[in-house]
């Protein structure tokens, strides 16, 4: 088990999703402006989260995305495993030396054993406790039959014509 930058990446944009999951769907373009990472990158991992049951889409205006289970129910080890490919030991075995190999494996499961007992309501509690802000969900526009400023009135003349008859009398 590795923390990658997909690995990190995922845990900050669930952090984030937890946050302000209250509020309703949260919108992956929302997550972008304040995580700044790119959209498509994040339609990937929400994708491989949505494929292992930890988030939910909600299609349609007001849409986006909740968590697939409570918050407490998903670890850090649930989201990173869920966007990062399993390492290949085949694949290491030609660098690695058998003496190395071992403490490797060793070292990753008892990262993904820490990792285990790392929930996403406690590290958005943790947030809370240091403070962040969470901004209310914004407010939707809705198309209006009635314009929200009066226009303006003026008895100034609208023309050349109109403004030399008023000089006129």
């Known amino acids: 088990m590795r923390m990658s930058t997909k690995g990190r990446f995922a845990v900050n944009a669930l952090i984030d999703l ?3 999951e209250p509020a309703g769907p949260v919108a992956l373009a929302a997550i972008c402006a304040r995580q700044q990472v790119s959209l498509s990158y994040l339609e990937q991992l929400f994708s491989r989260l949505r494929k292992n049951g930890l988030v939910e889409s909600t299609r349609g ?5 909740t968590l697939g289970r409570s918050a407490a129910a998903i670890s850090v080890a649930d989201i990173v495993s869920a966007v990062d490919e399993p390492m290949d030991d085949a694949a290491h075995e030609e660098r690695d030396e058998s003496y190395s190999r071992e403490l490797w494996q060793r070292l990753n499961a008892v990262m993904l054993e820490h990792m285990s007992t790392i929930t996403l309501k406690s590290l958005v509690d943790d947030q809370i406790a240091g403070g962040v802000a969470v901004e209310a969900r914004p407010v939707r526009r809705a198309i209006s039959a009635r314009s929200p400023v009066a226009p303006l009135r003026t ?5 050349v014509f109109a403004l030399a008859r008023s000089m006129a009398l």
């Open 61 to 65: 205006p007001g849409g986006g995305y």
């Open 18 to 20: 937890a946050l302000r």
């Open 155 to 159: 008895t100034a003349p609208n023309s």
